[in-house]
């Protein structure tokens, strides 16, 4: 019997089948006629309609989905790197529809810091293949510490990654983009010590025909620090035929005021154009350094002293020329007036029992001062609380997480958005995060049905052996990092 059409007479049509029943023969079908069954090429008898069950699919399609679905409910717990240990034979990988983009490179030696530099490219730059330059100093093998080097880099051809969940198929720019394997040119100053931390600083152009000059200070495991001049090194990427002088890789200087004793703690001023550095060491001592006229360096002998343990950590303030603050394996994190001549601390409060590793300060708002710590967590501190040393010693983080389970390496709020910061820690594991986020109800207690996890906390980023992650400041939501594993170069769809 054919099929009627929706405009026939619908006294004459078949009765409408509902899930799970057979089909039944009505008056209009004669004797010795067969009825022509929509389902007949599945259903051939009663048994097997009862087999199926009701929802009108072979067993196998409604078996495969039942097993699927209980696969599902018994995996239920989310990875999550240094919470979770994989089992033998298992891997990490990443979902690459999470990166906007994402490389890994690999030099000879790991290199436990490194400095992004700016560059003449242009500032908020969105566009693909990306160029990255920056300098970072090696940890070369016990009994092979000749063989460090600072290098200075330049990492092109980073590719946005065409998998990723935030492409507008409808972008025909992005569509003409083809995809290139990143490529790491380096030029190297010889060393012979491994560099603890290594930072840049540059100087304004002295003419448009000439470029800023970039300097670096890195502090070595011998105590020394050096000061180089990497201009010709970065020059000569982009300038074909440039030959380096001879006397590129000799320091301008080595301050050696630390003695023996080597030191994390290194950061150049943000108000000194020319140059003013500040250096600390496990002894528990601070120097200052300035930049002369005349291109010298001149390191103030006296010592700002307080600290009970060693100086993990110094940073100048983004808007106060003379203030700056460092961190301590004491605990402690401490507020300097520069000028000040009994080098005394101005205030001292006590932000973890376990060592305070790194520090912070947002240079959106500048009241604003993180902190990581020893046990795996960190904290942000309102400066306006920490007027008198009365009131700093009362004063309580305005947040505090203990999401990491091993120690800190690493943290930095994003340049232009006061509320994002960057964490490293030594489960190594990257995880971005948006202090803007707030905790409104009892469901966003949980992040992604997954206990135990802030909803402040974006995204997740394993990395081995990661030690220490920058925002680039002129490739909005870019990171850089620095791993046993080498260097990685990710943007994600969540910042």
């Known amino acids: 019997m054919a099929k009627r059409g929706a405009e026939d007479d619908e006294e004459t049509s078949p009765q409408a089948l509902k899930a799970g029943e057979r089909p039944v023969a009505d008056n209009g079908v004669g004797e010795g006629e067969q009825f022509e069954d929509e389902f007949e090429d599945e259903y051939e008898s009663e048994d097997e309609v009862l087999e199926a069950g009701v929802d009108g699919r072979p067993d196998e399609e409604r078996e495969a989905e039942e097993k699927a679905i209980g696969a599902m409910d018994l995996d239920r717990e989310t990875f999550i790197p240094g919470r979770h240990k994989l089992d033998a034979g298992q891997t990490l990988a990443p979902d690459l529809s999470t990166y906007e983009m994402l490389h890994t490179l690999e030099p000879t030696w790991p290199c436990l810091s490194f400095d992004i530099v700016k560059d003449s490219l242009g500032d908020n730059r969105k566009s693909y293949p990306a160029t990255v330059y920056a300098v970072a100093g090696t940890q070369a093998a016990r009994g092979r510490e000749r063989e460090n080097q600072i290098m200075v880099m330049k990492l092109s051809g980073l590719s946005r990654n065409d998998q990723a969940g935030n492409i507008d198929s409808d972008d025909e720019d992005d569509d003409e983009v083809e995809s290139t394997e990143p490529i790491l040119e380096t030029k190297s100053i010889p060393l012979t010590s491994t560099t603890n931390r290594i930072r840049a600083h540059q100087s304004p152009q002295p003419s448009s025909s000439t470029p800023p000059t970039t300097l670096t200070a890195a502090m070595q495991e011998s105590g020394d620090v ?164 009365d009131t700093a010693a009362k004063s309580k983080p305005v947040a505090h997480f203990d999401f990491h389970k091993e120690q800190i390496t690493s943290l930095e709020w994003h340049p232009t958005d006061d509320s994002i910061v960057s964490v490293c820690a030594g489960d190594s594991t990257l995880t971005l995060w948006d202090l803007a986020v707030e905790l409104d109800d009892e469901e966003s207690r949980y992040t992604a049905d997954v206990k135990d996890v802030p909803p402040q906390l974006l995204f997740v980023h394993f990395m081995e052996g990661v030690k220490e992650a920058h925002w680039h400041a002129q490739m909005p939501g870019s990171v850089v990092a620095t791993g046993g594993s080498g260097f990685g170069v990710f943007k994600t769809i969540s910042v």
């Open 226 to 389: 050096l000061i180089h001049d990497v201009t010709p090194h970065l020059t000569s990427f982009d300038t074909p035929g440039y030959q380096l002088p001879t006397t590129s890789s000799k320091p301008l200087s080595t301050i050696r005021a630390h003695k023996k004793n080597e030191g994390y703690a290194l950061d150049w001023s943000p108000l000194v154009p020319a140059g003013k550095l500040l250096t600390g060491d496990t002894a528990g001592s601070v120097f200052a350094t300035t930049r002369t006229e005349g291109g010298g360096f001149v390191t103030d002998t006296t010592a700002y002293t307080g600290h009970t343990s060693s100086i993990e950590e110094v940073q100048w303030s983004p808007n106060e020329r003379n203030v700056f603050a460092s961190a301590s394996s004491d605990g402690t994190v401490r507020i300097w007036d520069a000028r000040s001549k009994s080098r005394k601390h101005a205030i001292s409060v006590k932000v973890s029992d376990s060592d305070a590793n790194v520090l912070s300060w947002s240079h959106q708002t500048p009241h604003l001062l993180a902190s990581g710590h020893d046990d795996g967590t960190w904290s942000v501190w309102d400066l306006r609380q920490w007027k008198t040393p």
